[in-house]
T-cell receptor, first 112, second 116 residues
Framework: GENVEQHPSTLSVQEGDSAVIKCTYSDSASNYFPWYKQELGKRPQLIIDIRSNVGEKKDQRIAVTLNKTAKHFSLHITETQPEDSAVYFCAPRDTGRRALTFGSGTRLQVQP | GAVVSQHPSRVICKSGTSVKIECRSLDFQATTMFWYRQFPKQSLMLMATSNEGSKATYEQGVEKDKFLINHASLTLSTLTVTSAHPEDSSFYIC????????????FGSGTRLTVV
């Protein structure tokens, strides 16, 4: 199965700063790489995803970069705002199980 | 967009009783649904993959006789926690993919189970 590592586990930034979270995975056949935001007691919300034939994708303040050779992908949030405070999970798709395998999560705190 | 409805959102049950959680795809057909469990301040861990018309596939360490999964139609999967114990208290959440594949995974709103 897919082994996923996510770093850092916690991240505190000042409002307006950038935040970067990194995820490494083991399944070289993985072809789908999403990032989710989860608020307390709620379902995970997809914030951005990337497929294996693309190296970078951007959506306003959020971007994801993928390095398939090194088997890692990163979430970049620019101009952070207090409402960005939440737990973020990477969840690369395990091609064997066809399921998403979630990383351990990163608690992002944006200080006003 | 694709919507998955999950019920109940919260349930409190006594030790030894059983609880059924329903996950329904409202506007698409899902041949495959996934059941996750999330303990406080932890990640989502895949428990099992539910396949319409066939047996579920359970992850290592998940007791199939304790967590009964039924996927009788293309729009409904159920998870029954049998003989619940306090250590089963957790957030259970389902996810579905539309038939035909693609990359979209839709999540239910989750069920907070508390066993007392």
């Amino acid at each position: 199965g897919e082994n996923v590592e996510q770093h850092p586990s916690t991240l505190s930034v000042q409002e307006g700063d950038s935040a970067v979270i990194k995820c490494t995975y083991s399944d070289s056949a993985s072809n789908y790489f999403p990032w989710y935001k989860q608020e307390l007691g709620k379902r995970p919300q997809l914030i951005i995803d990337i497929r294996s034939n693309v190296g970078e994708k951007k959506d306003q303040r959020i971007a994801v970069t993928l390095n398939k050779t090194a088997k890692h992908f990163s979430l970049h949030i620019t101009e952070t705002q207090p409402e960005d405070s939440a737990v973020y999970f990477c969840a690369p798709r395990d091609t064997g199980r066809r399921a998403l395998t979630f990383g351990s999560g990163t608690r992002l705190q944006v200080q006003p | 967009g694709a919507v998955v409805s999950q019920h109940p959102s919260r349930v409190i049950c006594k030790s030894g009783t059983s609880v059924k959680i329903e996950c329904r795809s409202l506007d698409f057909q899902a041949t495959t649904m996934f059941w996750y469990r999330q303990f406080p301040k932890q990640s989502l861990m895949l428990m099992a993959t539910s396949n319409e018309g066939s047996k579920a596939t359970y992850e290592q360490g998940v007791e199939k006789d304790k967590f009964l999964i039924n996927h009788a139609s293309l729009t409904l999967s159920t998870l029954t926690v049998t003989s619940a114990h306090p250590e089963d208290s957790s957030f259970y959440i389902c996810s579905a993919r539309a038939s035909g594949g693609g990359y979209g995974y839709t999540f239910g709103s989750g069920t907070r189970l508390t066993v007392v």
